[in-house]
């Protein structure tokens, strides 16, 4: 990925705008290098810009930054080409912004070897994660009630459960993932006592959140119509509350069923919890809370048994380098090639505006447009043992399996596990490859 290239364009920057600029503090690598983007346009060279507005933007007094063609004058003026592969330094009118070229040969090397040579998703020297700082985080998934049907809500919620939590697990953060199900209020005893008048146990083990869930709206519309079904339910209520052993016998048998259906949907779909937790462990707790509500006028107790929150709509909300790369990427000299490398140095934009925005079709959109540049360039750059010239082989391989983890990882994200081969990569690309140095 390009934060190699992010990181030098940072060092050669600051130095030129602490000369305009007595506020040193502000212009950190770390901050600089984020502003950087690679840009998606085909060209015969890559191209890194960074736009004068987000300079600006740090800056307190907007009118510090020194004139555009001044600066990239000085930027020139440090020599070129450089040691990290620059070849050109130019201004863009629009959007006003300066443009690093690089040099096609190293950008390859540089991408590839980072891409390879990294087993985690994002490498610890990628610039985009360095201001965020490691905290503890839950992430909450809705799981559907005892009794309820496992609808396409709760699948979305699943999947975007899983994707938040693997995303903040690449940014560092400490995960914890967990689910509460709705097991204690009014509706359960409308379900255990609909069950004891309307249930089927052969039905149940059969489809038991389907008959559990045609057996629910049964209850409620007798609960509506019959005032002793009424009394009987707020009967089994009263005891779900004092703790009958009876009652909560019978309640935790069909909630234990309803459970292995819903482990045995999320074991499909790969999804494990840290944690899960049950409304009926925080029962005597929820009491002490609602008593205090209900003290203050917060909440309504209605006639069903749902609570009315009162809200006031009137309240506020609250430039040391080392790299050396044994196989020699120069080969890869085809278009198709230079704009599937040119993808690959993307990725860690999207993961971190995947992050920023906690949206996981900004992976998904990235995926479908890598696999539109492996398909041009797997026509073009064919794997043949009979290739006299190993070098060329060599390259090509380098760059499939640098394609190959980037896949793998972007579909990790999205909670989905690849199919798994036999594959690993040869043994020329892992030792020349892996035993290279590649440091901020």
């Known amino acids: 990925m390009a934060s190699f ?120 020297s990628s610039c985009l994660f360095q201001k965020v700082s490691p905290k503890k985080v839950i992430v909450d998934c809705c799981l559907p009630k005892v009794g309820e049907t496992f609808k396409m809500a709760h699948f979305r919620s699943a999947i975007h459960a899983n994707f938040i939590a693997n995303i903040n697990k690449t940014a560092g953060h400490n995960v914890t993932k967990v689910t509460h199900i709705q097991d204690w209020s009014l509706e359960s005893a409308f379900l255990l006592t609909g069950f004891h008048h309307f249930g089927s146990k052969e039905e149940l083990l059969q489809e038991p959140s389907q008959h559990l869930s045609e057996v629910s709206k049964a209850a409620i519309s007798e609960y509506r119509n019959n005032q002793d079904f009424k009394n009987e339910v707020n009967h089994y209520f009263k005891k779900m509350k004092e703790g009958d052993i009876d009652i909560i016998s019978k309640w935790n048998y069909l909630k234990n069923i309803c459970q292995k259906q819903l482990d045995s949907i999320y074991e499909k779909i790969g999804l494990t919890f840290d944690d899960v937790l049950f409304d009926s462990s925080y029962s005597s707790e929820i009491e002490e809370i609602e008593k205090d509500l209900l003290r203050k006028k917060l909440i309504v107790i209605q006639d069903d048994g749902k609570v009315k929150v009162n809200i006031n709509s009137d309240n506020e909300e609250d ?49 479908f447009s890598l696999w539109y540049f492996i398909d041009k360039a797997s026509n073009v750059m064919k794997i043949d043992i009979k290739e006299k010239r190993l070098i060329v082989l060599k390259a090509r391989l380098m760059l499939y399996e640098a394609t190959l983890k980037t896949l793998r990882r972007g579909l990790y994200l999205l909670g989905i596990t690849p199919y798994e081969t036999n594959y690993s990569p040869p043994d020329f690309v892992k030792n020349d490859v892996y035993k290279n140095n590649f440091n901020k």
């Open 5 to 124: 290239f992010r990181w030098r364009i940072a060092d050669k920057i600051i130095p030129v705008l602490k000369k305009t600029s007595t506020y040193d503090e502000l212009l950190r690598p770390s901050v600089v290098s984020t502003f950087v983007r690679v840009n998606r346009s085909s060209g015969k060279q890559p191209q890194l810009f960074i736009p004068l507005e987000k300079l600006t933007d740090i800056l307190p007094q907007k009118d510090n930054l020194m004139n555009p063609k001044e600066f990239v004058r000085l930027l020139r003026n440090q020599g070129l080409p450089t040691a990290e592969g620059f070849i050109d330094i130019t201004l863009n009118e629009s959007p006003l912004s300066v443009v690093f070229t690089v040099d096609k040969h190293v950008f390859s090397k540089i991408i590839l070897m980072d891409i390879c040579s990294n087993d985690e998703i994002m490498a610890k």
């Open 319 to 367: 430039s040391d380098y080392i790299f050396k790369v044994e196989i020699d990427t120069s080969p890869l000299l085809e278009p198709a090639s230079q704009n599937l490398i040119k993808h690959l140095s993307r990725f860690d934009e999207m993961v971190y505006k995947s992050y920023v925005t906690l949206e996981p079709c900004i992976i998904l959109q990235y995926l």
